[in-house]
């Protein structure tokens, strides 16, 4: 009950032992980012375009400019989609080229979009927002009529999803370990560094709490 | 000359002045990682996997398992790709919601995939290796001929692509500059930790030069 159906689309199929249907584990990977890569398909041709999100139990938000060509496409009915978020943690030197590897937690999440408006299209841009920025939504000036009017807001409930983890050292064959070659992992991490004032800022104005916590 | 051909397909149409199309800027942000998502359609159905990639001139280079979904799709004939690589540089707080944004580099590729074989496979195989540890290929136990069969390469030949890139402040309205909301951006970065043994490791085997460059 707490795992996503499994179908022939979201089956990890390569490495299935890697392959990770329940909820907390899509969830803590979706909550860990707030940039994705939607993929959407126009008379066949492939689109994957990075963008924000935002994600509140089984549904997930993106936003963009009413024009945009990703988003104008994707709240159409019947158009399926598919948004993945991929977070880079190592790479895995192996001895051989062969099982070199990286580690990484990912989500492909299949589901189809649909334009929101009103009350749900403003409580979905405060979820991006705070996806991005804890807090943000309740310290900054917030969308006035017109950039509503240019702004669509879609949301995709996720239908499908799968998580794919590989963690730890290099996995070698047993002949291997013998061999002169250095093996391990290099840690890679996303890092922030400390908050840059806008150049025009006020200089009476305080940091806010959302930007505080990258002090 | 030295610029992709602009078509509806590739052409940056929200705010295109973040667009460009000549080759230098896209071979440095795909010089710039190793980590691509791959977009294509299967009856309709997007799908987005993430994967490393190598590049040489105007030739993007994956690699998998042979009974991988997406290489035996994409290997096919006709079938249309899309390749993108997104680096995050930053978080642009701006004082209102409506302008908040992020710093970036990214680049989307239009091709068809096919699969090759033989010494260009190896090539490749090499290519893709070193993209991620420069160097690694000349280090590593390379792959033996069970290994290569197990393993398809496929190459993209760039038809067409574009970069997309932000930098710098917030850019508010005029009016919002009064308001007390701290704005600036907060730099985004991809870091790597020291490597990391592995537990199994010979006492006598020293670092590669690869490996190094990460102390």
Chains 1, 2 share one sequence.
Not at 25 to 47: K, N, R, S
Not at 109 to 136: C, D, H, P, V, Y
Request: hydrophobic share 40%; proline share 5%.
């Amino acid at each position: 009950m707490d795992n996503y159906n499994i179908s022939e689309r979201n089956r990890v199929k390569r490495i299935p032992k890697r392959g990770q249907y329940d909820k907390k584990t899509v969830y803590e990977i979706l909550d860990a980012g707030f940039l994705c890569h939607v993929g959407f398909a126009i008379e066949g041709q492939p689109y994957v375009i990075p963008t924000a999100y935002g994600r509140i139990a089984d549904t997930i938000y993106i936003h963009g400019a009413s024009t945009s060509r990703m988003l104008l496409h994707l709240q159409q009915q019947h158009v399926p989609a598919c948004l993945t978020v991929t977070h880079l943690d190592g790479i895995v030197a192996a001895r051989s080229t062969f099982h070199s590897s990286m580690n990484y937690r990912s989500v492909v999440i299949f589901g189809e979009a649909s334009l929101i408006e009103g009350e749900e299209k403003m409580e979905a841009l405060a979820i991006i927002t705070n996806q991005i920025l804890k807090g943000r939504w309740e310290e900054a000036r917030l969308p006035n009529q017109t950039e509503m009017k240019a702004t669509s807001v879609l949301k995709i409930e996720i239908e499908e999803a799968s998580a794919k983890v590989r963690t730890g050292e290099p996995k070698d064959d047993e002949e291997d370990y013998v061999l002169p070659v250095w093996a391990g992992v290099i840690p890679v991490y996303q890092t922030f560094g400390k908050p840059i004032a806008d150049s025009k800022l006020f200089p009476n104005v305080d940091m806010n709490e959302s930007i505080k916590i990258f002090l």
